[in-house]
């Protein structure tokens, strides 16, 4: 079996995260993404720290098997490649804002006139309409407009969740919004635009705060502590804090046996809806017992009673997880001379009949396959 | 145009919210998702808060537009019913532990081989294989075992951020290896199975702290500022924090105007990778000109000159922000009697020819689609 994208050809104008981090999807699952970058300077990632030896190790994650090829779109020459290009691609990817590619003639109309079955993939800031369609944003500003700094960190002092979520969530909800008009115009023949926004999709992973608003309640602030679930944070042991959580009955109770706390009939805490509302009390009688041994004991004991816990790992933890490196879920980034250069986050998409290397292409040099995709476009 | 997914079937025996979140996403393409839930109590997020006249808003948002039927694996009758529908169906999905599919004798290899069609997916907290394979996992295992909290918090004082993230990204992930493998089907008339470990796709969206660990750099604890781009954090207005970033030079230098800060062309500052190095300094710089007026002041001379800035929003205002209105981002999930009952985010992939509605049908009652479904099986 080939993978499930071989024969798939994505067109990808994409810089920085949210597009790129589409492509690199697109790519692990088997498809051929050029990477169209300005003459020059090329991807603006290409410089972003972490470097290593002088490269970008954020540019090789996020680009790996990717090829890359130079174009001015208002060279006459470098524009008839392009358009060679897209005449025989699948997909189109930008990220820029509403209205540059169509200045460049490379808008949606016109390229859905000319190639009816390309599908044509847009994620920026706000998306294509709405009053702020055309106003820069980064993934900071997702988290802040979205509501998400407010509920991570407190009203008065609120925080970024530790990873770029505002990029990642439209990324990959465009990466869906690709593959479901991939399998649909395999009926249709014909291409469909997508659209999606940084904030609409940040947005749509506030999957708890949405519908508590609307239900009138206001959610206090609860740094750690889950919104719907009781007890499911991070707890203090004599060395330091780990989490644990108890969302059934049954968990509850063996949470109560393994820390011998006679509160399992309690009737405040008989059921989730009663253990949320007096969860600073519940916390609070756990943390009296948890206080007394270091954090070993109680991830090993409560593992063996089925209560679900866990360290709080720091990166370098990570890396060394037997289960992160049992999924092969750190793999080798390449570099042009095929070092194992850089480390990157693998592809949680484990499928059937499709290989999952422990190592990974290269991210491609700025304009580094000029040769080979001009060798392609002379094939017929 | 119809959906995207119009004509797929999907037999979803899933629960709470990374598998109910995937089989949402196909819900709003157009897929057919019959939810099978065990009789009696059915999916435990029936009962989770927030509750709006005694009705999980949770629930609602997450299972708008599913059927239900409550089905026994062990009972005969049910069985026979259900293995109807399994020969109709093109994507099962389920997030049991491994192994009790199996034991219903509802598992990969048995299913595969009776019906080479189906695409077969599951999340887990840990995916299918690797030492912990068989642990429960909940969001909060996996956004501290990724080193997700680590990173949102401190190491001493670590924080989940705001949202389900584990959750969440395993659904997604999910939901894009489904549709990979539908397209793919169309092609081969193979069915695959498709395996997601939660741990596995958290850890893809650390895509800054993976190669960073990598580069032996040792990253500080910095909770709201990003840890490649400065500036890009909250800062103080004298009323309260804002986000504001500038990650190109053009953008920088802006900001510098907008502040009368004359550090443009300070050594200190010269590029993104002197900002970093300088970040708390050029905080405290910044600081001194903001907390002078307040956030709106800068708000909107910043939005002026093209210096990409934010409010951090609580969720009251990010329910009434007129962007994510445009967008169509907060839908209504009626009830069964057609009344708006919840409210909950829309569907952030926008696609040409997709209506994309206001109101989205209800969460189905338990077992409420039974004739229905019992209809369905019968036609040919």
Same mark, same amino acid.
């Given at each position: 079996?080939?993978?499930?994208?071989?024969?798939?050809?994505?067109?990808?104008?994409?810089?920085?995260?949210? *597009?790129?981090?589409?492509?690199?999807?697109?790519?692990?699952?088997?498809?051929?993404?050029?990477?169209?970058?300005?003459?020059?300077?090329?991807? *603006?990632?290409? /410089?972003?720290?972490?470097?290593?030896?002088?490269?970008?190790?954020?540019?090789?994650?996020?680009?790996?098997?990717?090829?890359?090829?130079?174009?001015?779109?208002?060279?006459?020459?470098?524009?008839?490649?392009?358009?060679?290009?897209?005449?025989?691609?699948?997909?189109?990817?930008?990220?820029?804002?509403?209205?540059?590619?169509?200045?460049?003639?490379?808008?949606?109309?016109?390229?859905?006139?000319?190639?009816?079955?390309?599908?044509?993939?847009?994620?920026?800031?706000?998306?294509?309409?709405?009053?702020?369609?055309?106003?820069?944003?980064?993934?900071?500003?997702?988290?802040?407009?979205?509501?998400?700094?407010?509920? /991570?960190?407190?009203?008065?002092?609120?925080?970024?969740?530790?990873?770029?979520?505002?990029?990642?969530?439209?990324?990959?909800?465009?990466?869906?919004?690709?593959?479901?008009?991939?399998?649909?115009?395999?009926?249709?023949?014909? *291409?469909?635009?997508?659209?999606?926004?940084?904030?609409?999709? %940040?947005?749509?992973?506030?999957?708890?705060?949405?519908?508590?608003?609307?239900?009138?309640?206001?959610?206090?602030?609860?740094?750690?502590?889950?919104?719907?679930?009781?007890?499911?944070?991070?707890?203090?042991?004599?060395?330091?804090?780990?989490?644990?959580?108890?969302?059934?009955?049954?968990?509850?109770?063996?949470?109560?046996?393994?820390?011998?706390?006679?509160?399992? %009939?309690?009737?405040?805490?008989?059921?989730?809806?009663?253990?949320?509302?007096?969860?600073?009390?519940?916390?609070?009688?756990?943390?009296?017992? /948890?206080?007394?041994?270091?954090?070993?004991?109680?991830?090993?004991?409560?593992?063996?009673?089925?209560?679900?816990?866990?360290?709080?790992?720091?990166?370098?933890?990570?890396?060394?997880?037997?289960?992160?490196?049992?999924?092969?879920?750190?793999?080798?980034?390449?570099?042009?001379?095929?070092?194992?250069?850089?480390?990157?986050?693998?592809?949680?998409?484990?499928?059937?009949?499709?290989?999952?290397?422990?190592?990974?292409?290269?991210?491609?040099?700025?304009?580094?396959?000029?040769?080979?995709?001009?060798?392609?476009?002379?094939?017929?």
């Amino acid at each position: 079996m080939s993978l499930p994208l071989s024969g798939v050809t994505v067109v990808d104008f994409t810089r920085i995260l949210s *597009g790129p981090f589409a492509t690199m999807i697109l790519a692990d699952l088997g498809a051929a993404v050029i990477k169209i970058e300005r003459p020059g300077a090329g991807d *603006g990632a290409r /410089t972003l720290p972490p470097l290593k030896d002088g490269k970008s190790a954020y540019f090789a994650a996020v680009n790996r098997g990717k090829r890359s090829m130079a174009l001015d779109f208002d060279k006459a020459d470098d524009r008839a490649v392009l358009d060679r290009i897209l005449s025989r691609a699948d997909v189109l990817v930008e990220n820029f804002r509403p209205g540059v590619m169509d200045r460049h003639g490379l808008g949606w109309d016109l390229l859905h006139a000319r190639h009816p079955a390309l599908i044509y993939a847009s994620v920026t800031g706000f998306g294509q309409t709405g009053p702020d369609a055309r106003r820069a944003a980064y993934d900071v500003i997702v988290q802040a407009r979205s509501g998400l700094m407010n509920r /991570t960190g407190t009203p008065d002092a609120p925080r970024r969740a530790g990873s770029s979520f505002g990029d990642l969530s439209g990324g990959m909800f465009l990466a869906q919004g690709i593959l479901a008009a991939l399998y649909d115009r395999g009926r249709t023949g014909v *291409g469909r635009r997508v659209d999606v926004g940084m904030l609409d999709a %940040q947005l749509a992973l506030m999957e708890q705060a949405v519908p508590q608003q609307a239900t009138g309640a206001t959610p206090p602030p609860h740094p750690s502590r889950h919104p719907s679930i009781a007890p499911c944070e991070a707890v203090s042991a004599s060395d330091g804090p780990f989490v644990l959580t108890a969302g059934t009955e049954a968990q509850f109770e063996r949470l109560c046996l393994v820390l011998d706390l006679p509160i399992a %009939q309690d009737p405040r805490f008989a059921d989730n809806a009663a253990r949320l509302a007096n969860a600073r009390l519940l916390k609070r009688l756990i943390e009296a017992v /948890t206080l007394e041994h270091p954090r070993s004991h109680w991830l090993s004991r409560m593992t063996a009673a089925g209560v679900p816990c866990a360290p709080i790992q720091s990166m370098d933890q990570v890396m060394k997880d037997p289960q992160i490196a049992a999924r092969n879920m750190i793999v080798d980034v390449l570099d042009r001379y095929g070092r194992a250069s850089f480390k990157a986050a693998g592809n949680p998409i484990k499928m059937s009949g499709m290989e999952d290397p422990p190592a990974r292409a290269p991210a491609p040099e700025l304009d580094g396959n000029r040769a080979d995709i001009l060798r392609w476009l002379e094939k017929d």
